[in-house]
């Protein structure tokens, strides 16, 4: 495993390895999307990554699409997740935050009876966890293209926010299914303004929001965080792959710390090779992600197939996990049943190598 413990800088900041921890939603947050001990001791325990990004955090109020997910508006927040940051410092560690929109993906029961907003009135076709059990997602409100300037400003506070917090820099989610991805994907935008209908337009808005992003701490600080072949939330396109060049192609106009990108459906029903294509065309670091063993990520590194890869699942059940890497260890067993529940169990009470 020796590319895999190499060291790589991303922007001005130096990892100790390229074995990343992707961001995981876990339900873990305090009242009002704060931040507590308990995730400051869960992201502490996995500072061995070369970097965390940390979960999708809420950009602004009204947005929940998840149950007790954190957010980074208020000062409360910003202060509970200073707490996670010098816990991951305190350990050598690097840590990102992935600042978010949920936008059709957020339900009214999340947000006090708030209807979510979205490139298009399309419902996603599927159901949600509500405090009022599984509900049906909700038919969104087409954003006004007057209203769109008053998200990008909160990707821009978001980004104060996290650098106040201690935070080594951002990840802009524009993946999975949620607001900058409806906007980039035509199966969900169905605009007809300058946010519609040309992939240049659909863009727009998630090149808008990084322009702000920068602004607040320089490119170098910034990630971005892509899956152009992903059905989830259900996501499509008509051209994935085309959709994926011209991306990688205007990245390269910034000067960013990564982009992080999903290589496939997590539904099975699209297929393509975004990977191979993106790397021809975007010339900065490349995060892989989705389902690679070490041995894949090891061979990949070395085949300059791309330069990291973030791991999920395999981190939420094993806190050490580039240690286990490196040593050829057993892995710990994910538990499913836990990955939203409150508390501990599940979360920080996976066992290490040297206490299993």
Request: glycine share 8%; with cysteine; proline share 5%.
């Amino acid at each position: 495993m020796n590319e895999l413990f190499k060291p790589l800088s991303i922007g001005s900041i130096s990892l100790k390895n390229r074995v990343l921890m992707a961001p995981l939603t876990r339900s873990r947050a305090e009242e009002n999307h704060v931040p507590g001990p308990l995730m400051a001791e869960h992201y502490a325990q996995r500072a061995g990554a070369g970097l965390i990004i940390a979960e999708a955090t809420m950009i602004m109020e009204g947005n929940s699409a998840f149950i007790s997910e954190p957010g980074i508006y208020s000062e409360q927040q910003i202060k509970g997740w200073k707490q996670v940051t010098d816990a991951v410092h305190a350990k050598d560690g690097k840590i990102f935050l992935q600042i978010w929109h949920g936008g059709r993906a957020t339900h009214p029961a999340l947000n006090d009876g708030v209807q979510p907003v979205a490139p298009s009135a399309i419902a996603i076709d599927d159901q949600i966890h509500t405090p009022e059990g599984k509900l049906d997602y909700v038919v969104p409100r087409e954003l006004k293209e007057s209203e769109i300037s008053n998200i990008i400003e909160g990707f821009k506070v978001a980004t104060e926010n996290a650098m106040q917090a201690g935070f080594d820099g951002v990840e802009v989610h524009a993946a999975n299914g949620y607001l900058l991805d409806q906007f980039l994907r035509d199966g969900s935008n169905k605009r007809q303004d300058k946010y519609g209908g040309s992939v240049e337009n659909r863009a727009r808005f998630l090149f808008e929001v990084l322009d702000a992003v920068c602004d607040v701490c320089g490119s170098d600080k910034v990630g971005v965080r892509l899956s152009p072949l992903n059905g989830f939330n259900s996501m499509s396109d008509s051209d994935p792959i085309g959709l994926s060049n011209y991306l990688a192609e205007r990245l390269n106009q910034y000067n960013l710390a990564y982009l992080h990108l999903m290589r496939a459906d997590f539904l099975q029903q699209q297929t393509g090779d975004v990977m191979t294509s993106v790397r021809q065309n975007y010339h900065g670091t490349l995060i892989a992600n989705m389902g690679y063993t070490a041995e894949e990520a090891e061979a990949g590194i070395k085949a300059n197939l791309f330069d990291a890869v973030a791991f999920g699942v395999p981190f939420l059940a094993n806190p050490d996990l580039p240690e286990r890497f490196k040593t050829n260890a057993p892995l710990n067993d994910a538990d499913p049943n836990t990955f939203y529940t409150p508390g501990a169990k599940g979360y920080t009470d996976y066992p290490s190598l040297d206490n299993s």
